[in-house]
């Protein structure tokens, strides 16, 4: 398992959370994420592994391109 980071963004753009995570892939620690989102109120997720940026997902679960 790898260690990852959720970081949850509201919708005034301010970052309400930070919480570790534990995953066997990329594609898991993203789903799980998606999921957590889902049930809270924020807009924005970001799932980090180490200092690389995998993923920004909207509440709609749409994937937000990286650049």
């Not at 990852?4 to 995953?23: D, H, I, Q, V």
């Not at 809270?40 to 997720?45: E, I, M, P, R, V």
Request: glycine share 8%; proline share 4%.
């Amino acid at each position: 398992m790898r260690g990852y980071r959720l970081k949850f963004w509201g919708t005034t753009g301010l970052r309400e959370s930070t919480l570790p995570l534990k995953a066997d892939t990329d594609w898991d620690a993203c789903e799980a994420g998606s999921k957590m989102l889902i049930r809270s109120d924020c807009a924005t997720l970001e799932v980090w592994r180490d200092t690389y940026l995998l993923a920004r997902i909207d509440r709609d679960g749409a994937p937000i391109p990286v650049i």
